[in-house]
């Protein structure tokens, strides 16, 4: 039983680490994305 729950335990900490690391990927790539049409929108003299 102290091993499976060490393993849940493990797991969990496994699909907490994999959600941050998605959930900061997609901010990121929503700053990008914000800060080039907001470069673009300066090209273009707005």
Known sequence: ???EN??????DMFSLR???IH???KR???RRRRAVSAG???D???
């Not at 060490?6 to 797991?11: E, G, K, L, P």
């Open 1 to 3: 039983m102290g091993l």
């Open 40 to 42: 673009e929108a300066a």
């Open 28 to 30: 990121y790539i929503v």
């Open 6 to 11: 060490a393993v849940n335990f493990r797991f």
């Open 18 to 20: 994999e959600a941050g």
């Open 44 to 46: 273009q003299g707005c």
């Open 23 to 25: 959930f900061v990927r």
